[in-house]
Antibody
Framework: EVQLVESGGGLVQPGRSLKLSCAAS????????MAWVRQAPKKGLEWVAT????????YYPDSVKGRFTISRDNAKSSLYLQMNSLKSEDTATYYC?????????????WGQGTLVTVSS | DIVLTQSPALAVSLGQRATISCRAS??????MHWYQQKSGQQPKLLIY???NLASGVPARFSGSGSGTDFTFTIDPVEADDIATYYC?????????FGAGTKLELK
């Protein structure tokens, strides 16, 4: 069974940093693209970042490019999201998601999410 | 960015058919996917590539369309289907989602 468990969320002040983690199990982690998707309170879904199987390629929307960094440790079956210069609009539940093996088209499995609140 | 437009809500009766539309601001070919999100839960993939049923998803769910106009159908609707449904495109970066359609009971 595919399991994705996020951690690291919490309350952080604007301008500060936070690092999220996602522990994966139930599949060969190194064979899949992985991603982060967020959802602001009572709002819709927003793709945040994707990383290739080896970690050599990363993809971001403009809203987080230059502030967020996605990374992975295939030996530990873990995914990370380093978030710097946080803004109030980054407040959201952050989901770890598994994408495809050869492509990053859809988000096949999702974790339960971890809540990040950016506020002074 | 490609904008995906969905109706905000749809009211249906149990046992009837529910049809949710998603219109893209430009062609996404068949790179459209559908998710279900129940209250307080994470999203779940239902349909990928416009019309392919994800693993373990009941055949009551289906998808169709290509280019800019897509349809997601539940037939028949069951009580467990009450949720918000999102479309998502993967034709162009950044990948974008529709605002969601909340399925409600009449």
């Amino acid at each position: 069974e595919v399991q994705l468990v996020e951690s690291g969320g919490g309350l952080v002040q604007p301008g500060r940093s936070l690092k999220l983690s996602c522990a994966a199990s139930g599949f060969t982690f190194s064979n899949y693209y992985m991603a982060w998707v967020r959802q602001a309170p009572k709002k819709g879904l927003e793709w945040v970042a994707t990383i290739s199987t080896s970690g050599s390629r990363t993809y971001y929307p403009d809203s987080v490019k230059g502030r967020f960094t996605i990374s992975r440790d295939n030996a530990k079956s873990s995914l990370y999201l380093q978030m710097n210069s946080l803004k109030s609009e980054d407040t959201a539940t952050y989901y770890c998601a598994r994408q495809g093996q050869l492509a990053r088209d859809w988000f096949a499995y999702w974790g339960q999410g971890t809540l990040v609140t950016v506020s002074s | 960015d490609i904008v995906l437009t969905q109706s905000p809500a749809l009211a249906v009766s149990l046992g009837q058919r529910a049809t949710i539309s998603c219109r893209a601001s430009e062609s996404v070919r068949s790179s459209m996917h559908w998710y279900q999100q129940k209250s307080g839960q994470q999203p779940k993939l239902l349909i990928y590539g416009a019309s392919n049923l994800a693993s373990g998803v009941p055949a009551r769910f289906s998808g169709s369309g290509s280019g800019t106009d897509f349809t997601f159908t539940i037939d028949p609707v069951e009580a467990d289907d009450i949720a918000t449904y999102y479309c998502q495109q993967s034709r162009n970066d950044p990948y974008t989602f529709g605002a969601g359609t909340k399925l409600e009971l009449k």
